[in-house]
């Protein structure tokens, strides 16, 4: 099975940098993926990782250590657009399993 | 391109009362398709997915069912609904294969059970 541990919520100012941790523990491993999910929205993707390592996307940034079971996401030049809920999800054989997510509230 | 629809929006429905969503994808073929749950304050629960017509996997045994009646469409169903099937269902899809870009959702379905 998989296991997926985020922090429930988080704060941060406009224009600051936050990073997003989530740490997981699975049976089987076919990437990481990063979503965005606004108050009563569906998420959108964000990010997959499969490999160790940075990928960087605009402002987003996500990172993979596949031998630690780390990841994070990086959020640079916070708008108060990104208020939302930061969901991190693993692909075991076949489907993706989410984790509760992480709340993050930008204030001016 | 590939586009996904669900419906309804928004369901609000009696305790024993039957229930359908809707769910599907254009622009493409064969996908992969995922029904979650989110219920108030709890993360997306996988429900059931389906990689063709007739090959559905429920992972949650509960009183819902799914159904894939054509390539790109796939059902959730309930015969009598409980007060604790209320919550936002998504539909979701990828390519067959391994699915780089991940998953794509739908819009979503609140439903309240009342």
């Known amino acids: 099975g998989q296991n997926i541990d985020q922090p429930t919520e988080m704060t941060a100012t406009e224009g600051a940098i936050v990073q997003i941790n989530c740490t997981y523990q699975?049976?089987?491993?076919?990437?990481l993926f990063w979503y965005q999910q606004h108050a009563g929205e569906a998420p959108t993707f964000l990010s997959y990782n499969v490999l160790d390592g940075l990928e960087e996307k605009g402002r987003f940034s996500s990172f993979l250590s596949r031998s630690k079971g780390y990841s994070y996401l990086l959020l640079k030049e916070l708008q108060m657009k990104d208020s939302a809920s930061y969901l991190c999800a693993v692909k075991g054989y076949s489907t993706l399993t989410f984790g509760k997510g992480t709340m993050l509230l930008v204030s001016p | 391109s590939q586009t996904i629809h669900q419906w309804p929006a928004t369901l609000v429905q009696p305790v024993g009362s039957p229930l359908s969503l809707e769910c599907t994808v254009e622009?493409?073929?064969?996908?992969?398709l995922y029904w979650y749950r989110q219920a108030a304050g709890r993360g997306l629960q996988l429900l059931f997915y389906?990689?063709?017509?007739?090959?559905i996997s429920s992972e949650v045994p509960q009183n819902l069912s799914a159904s894939r009646p054509q390539d790109r469409q796939f059902i959730l169903s309930s015969k009598k609904l409980l007060l604790s099937d209320s919550g936002f269902y998504l539909c979701?899809?990828?390519?067959?294969?391994?699915?780089?870009?991940?998953?794509?959702f739908g819009s979503g379905t609140r439903l309240t059970v009342v």
């Open positions: 699975t049976s089987g491993f076919n990437g």
């Open positions: 622009g493409t073929s064969n996908p992969n």
């Open positions: 979701a899809w990828t390519s067959s294969g391994r699915g780089l870009n991940g998953y794509t």
């Open positions: 389906s990689i063709g017509i007739d090959q």
